[in-house]
């Protein structure tokens, strides 16, 4: 499994971004939960938002709460993180990651694919 993320950049606060990240490398992600998770310098890898296949099975991190959305077009093996009213301490670089489950996953140690990474930057 191959994971793409895009979509970040330099956005002031309050603003908006929508990241991406478009898997490859199977036939099909059916059963493949994906999620989103952030780092930022100097602290440890923080749990952001995750969705299972169908979508019945979402999960956010107190962080993103009522701002952040997630969704996922399985029709192109790509999940979105739409991420609204944004604040500096979001400025992190996002990963994306994967992983075959039922329920959408939290503990990043469980996913087994990661993305490269895409740095969001919110200026005050």
């Known amino acids: 499994v191959q994971l793409q993320a895009s979509g970040g950049g330099l956005v002031q606060a309050g603003g908006s971004l929508r990241l991406s990240c478009a898997a490859s490398?199977?036939?099909?992600?059916?059963?493949?939960?994906m999620g989103w998770f952030r780092q930022a310098p100097g602290k440890e890898r923080e749990f952001v938002s995750a969705?299972?296949?169908?979508?019945?099975?979402?999960n956010y991190g107190d962080s993103a709460k009522g701002r952040f959305t997630i969704s996922r077009d399985n029709a192109k093996n790509t999940v979105y993180l739409q991420m609204n009213s944004l604040k500096p301490e979001d400025t992190a670089v996002y990963y994306c990651?994967?992983?075959?489950?039922?329920?959408?996953?939290?503990?990043?140690?469980?996913?087994?694919?990661w993305g490269q990474g895409t740095l969001v930057t919110v200026s005050s």
């Open positions: 990651a994967a992983e075959f489950g039922i329920v959408a996953i939290t503990d990043p140690g469980d996913y087994d694919y």
């Open positions: 490398g199977r036939r099909t992600f059916r059963g493949v939960v």
């Open positions: 969705i299972n296949w169908s979508g019945s099975s979402i």
